[in-house]
């Protein structure tokens, strides 16, 4: 991946949270320049799920204690509630998917 692709990547991925912080639905966005830079839906769905990872293993800290780190990881989940909310969605959708296809 070139350092162009890189950053196109992770400008999407900052759009969409910023956009997800005002959207109660969790709706995925998609449209063309997503497509291009992601593929499809589920590459784009790994690359919001990596980043919210990674943001929760910066907040890792073993030399906190167990209730700061909580609450640590607690203030990031509603920082991100956004992606939180696209991720659930995005999930659950599957789920029905499977469900349905397993019928």
Do not use: C
């Amino acid at each position: 991946m070139t350092w162009h692709e890189t950053r196109a990547r992770w400008r999407i991925l900052r759009e969409i949270a910023a956009a997800s912080d005002t959207d109660p639905t969790g709706e995925l966005p998609w449209n063309d320049e997503y497509a291009e830079v992601f593929g499809d839906r589920e590459q784009l769905v790994a690359a919001l799920r990596y980043r919210l990872a990674n943001a929760e293993r910066a907040q890792m800290d073993l030399f906190l204690s167990e209730p700061v780190l909580e609450e640590r990881l607690d203030d990031l989940r509603v920082r991100h509630a956004g992606v939180v909310r696209i991720l659930e969605r995005h999930d659950a959708e599957k789920s029905r998917e499977n469900l349905a296809h397993a019928s």
